[in-house]
């Protein structure tokens, strides 16, 4: 059973289980998904799991409920306890992507189940072509090496635990392997349409690639893995400097030992600016390259104020002050 | 004058040239090219410099001949001194793609020249066009933050510093401004036949990439450009580090502290692995991800001997030795 050791490889390669553990099972009826539902189903002695299947409504297809009770009996069938919930996500839907809406309700979802349950482990079931498609995405949209990273085996978010085991098997031989066991599972057809940007690399970018390297889709994945080590690794590093810089702060604000910085080669000082930058504001959306860039070339001059979106960044002496703006 | 503006700013930008300097001027006749004859002869007064125009004939197209008498004509009309070189590139092509061959032979010649008349510093015309077209090559083909970097601004190569003061045009603004001052230049036919991997993506791949983002240009040059900081920043770690975990060598293997090496953050241990085996092999070519994934997962066992393409890793006690094959 090929997926099967692919499925525990994963689970060891990224210390994703332990024995005893509580999981919530994210279950959408997809063929990722159930076969997840079943891999989890035939480890779940052996580990000692408490599994709980969990499955969101969207009601954007007709074909919505039916999917419900599909994934229901399923759960039942594997004896594993059920829970959904039924949203109708088409009247959240206001100015962001439809996927988005959607997703953000889903996640809500998971996060509510979980607190309820007590259970901080909650697994999803991206596969490499999930990975492949997001780190496509991401350069096509703009992105640097945290982008590149696409999706991850294993984050942690609001005191959760996101596990991903499936993340190293591609979708064909999933199904491949659903087909040969006689398994069940539901088509989401919004998948074979060109609605979302997903769909559109999935469908017309993807194959194209394919016949110039068909390989890229491990390419892709390795570019994945390799940006994650490396982006873990730059921003402990970063982490630590920013410790050394730090010489005040406040609510909206932090001030920088700029000779300190001076110093540091200028890739670390832009890691050390965005997890400043990330502290007093939360987030750096909405500045891009150029920001830093005119950062780096100010910290030459004396006596100098930048003014980026919603921050403020003063130049004195020897010191680089980050203001953030409300407005 | 927007063009000399934005070519004088990647001259500072990347210290790409000072007075005085000495530069061989790689020209084929293109566009990109042409203007660059044109840029460096503007400011060859102000800069004090003594140029070259080197014109390389592949003799691969009917039109070759006319190019190189085309390109003769312009450097005598600039005043600038030229030299040339005919080569049949068609009769040294065995295997190897074509384009990479006339590649070889061409820079061939460049040191030749440099060599010849004892100048260091060689202008190559590459743009954005062709940072954008080779970060996505590299995607496609297999590429982890190294070649993500594209086409670096400066290099130094067996010697000589190779700069390239059009790499943040793009080639569109150079045939404008080409026309706008009614400025003669050749056209490669090749470039408008599917016959290179570059040109299936700058012809097929890139016009629908730009229809999912009419940003992508930019998006993939400002990666490349956080490439190869990221890169330089990593690799300068690297070799600290390797310093430090050396403890013997000779000509063809390299003894290093295993204790220490498990220390490291996987991701520096990587990098300092990729730098020992590229002392001791001269490079690291056919070693590719799974391999470096096999030494990672092996450091915590004891004595054992993995096998590469002609290298052999051998981990003992606090050891791990790196020995390179010559079959």
Same mark, same amino acid.
């Given at each position: 059973?090929?997926?099967?050791?692919?499925?525990?490889?994963?689970?060891?390669?990224?210390?994703?289980?332990?024995?005893?553990?509580?999981?919530?099972?994210?279950?959408?009826?997809?063929?990722?998904?159930?076969?997840?539902? =079943?891999?989890?189903?035939?480890?779940?002695?052996?580990?000692?799991?408490?599994?709980?299947?969990?499955?969101?409504? =969207?009601?954007?297809?007709?074909?919505?409920?039916?999917?419900?009770?599909?994934?229901?009996?399923?759960?039942?069938?594997?004896?594993?306890?059920?829970?959904?919930?039924?949203?109708?996500?088409?009247?959240?839907?206001?100015?962001?992507?439809?996927?988005?809406?959607?997703?953000?309700?889903?996640?809500?979802?998971? *996060?509510?189940?979980?607190?309820?349950?007590?259970?901080?482990?909650?697994?999803?079931? =991206?596969?490499?072509?999930?990975?492949?498609?997001?780190?496509?995405?991401?350069?096509?949209?703009?992105?640097?090496?945290?982008?590149?990273?696409?999706?991850?085996?294993?984050?942690?978010?609001?005191?959760?635990?996101?596990?991903?085991?499936?993340?190293?098997?591609?979708?064909?031989?999933?199904?491949?392997?659903?087909?040969?066991?006689?398994?069940?599972?539901?088509?989401?057809?919004?998948?074979?349409?060109?609605?979302? *940007?997903?769909?559109?690399?999935?469908?017309?970018?993807?194959?194209?690639?394919?016949?110039?390297?068909?390989?890229? $889709?491990?390419?892709?994945?390795?570019?994945?893995?390799?940006?994650?080590?490396?982006?873990? *690794?730059?921003?402990?590093?970063?982490?630590?400097?920013?410790?050394?810089?730090?010489?005040?702060?406040?609510?909206?604000?932090?001030?920088?030992?700029?000779?300190?910085? $001076?110093?540091? =080669?200028?890739?670390? *000082?832009?890691?050390?600016?965005?997890?400043?930058?990330?502290?007093?504001?939360?987030?750096?959306?909405?500045?891009?390259?150029?920001?830093?860039?005119?950062?780096?070339?100010?910290?030459?001059?004396?006596?100098?104020?930048?003014?980026?979106?919603?921050?403020?960044?003063?130049?004195?002496?020897?010191?680089?002050?980050?203001?953030?703006?409300?407005?």
């Amino acid at each position: 059973m090929e997926i099967l050791g692919k499925f525990l490889s994963a689970v060891k390669r990224y210390s994703l289980l332990k024995k005893k553990d509580k999981v919530i099972l994210g279950i959408s009826g997809g063929p990722d998904s159930v076969a997840m539902l =079943h891999l989890f189903s035939h480890i779940k002695r052996e580990f000692k799991l408490y599994l709980v299947c969990v499955h969101f409504n =969207h009601g954007l297809r007709k074909e919505a409920d039916e999917e419900e009770i599909f994934v229901k009996r399923l759960a039942d069938s594997l004896n594993i306890k059920f829970v959904s919930e039924r949203k109708n996500v088409g009247g959240f839907w206001e100015g962001n992507s439809l996927e988005q809406v959607a997703r953000n309700l889903r996640y809500d979802f998971f *996060f509510k189940v979980a607190n309820t349950l007590k259970i901080k482990k909650i697994a999803l079931a =991206h596969t490499k072509d999930d990975v492949v498609e997001t780190v496509l995405m991401r350069v096509i949209r703009g992105a640097g090496i945290q982008g590149l990273r696409g999706i991850l085996p294993l984050i942690k978010l609001k005191r959760k635990t996101f596990i991903r085991p499936l993340i190293e098997m591609e979708k064909e031989e999933i199904i491949k392997w659903l087909k040969e066991k006689k398994i069940e599972y539901r088509v989401d057809s919004s998948n074979f349409e060109e609605r979302f *940007f997903r769909n559109k690399i999935r469908l017309n970018i993807l194959p194209l690639l394919k016949k110039l390297n068909p390989n890229i $889709k491990n390419n892709l994945f390795n570019l994945a893995r390799l940006s994650a080590w490396n982006y873990d *690794f730059v921003t402990k590093l970063a982490y630590k400097e920013l410790e050394q810089v730090r010489e005040e702060e406040g609510k909206d604000f932090l001030i920088l030992n700029l000779e300190r910085l $001076k110093r540091l =080669h200028p890739f670390l *000082f832009l890691q050390v600016l965005r997890l400043a930058i990330e502290e007093i504001k939360g987030d750096t959306r909405r500045l891009d390259w150029r920001h830093f860039e005119k950062i780096l070339e100010a910290i030459s001059k004396k006596n100098i104020i930048i003014d980026l979106p919603r921050l403020i960044v003063e130049i004195n002496a020897s010191k680089l002050t980050l203001r953030a703006l409300s407005i």
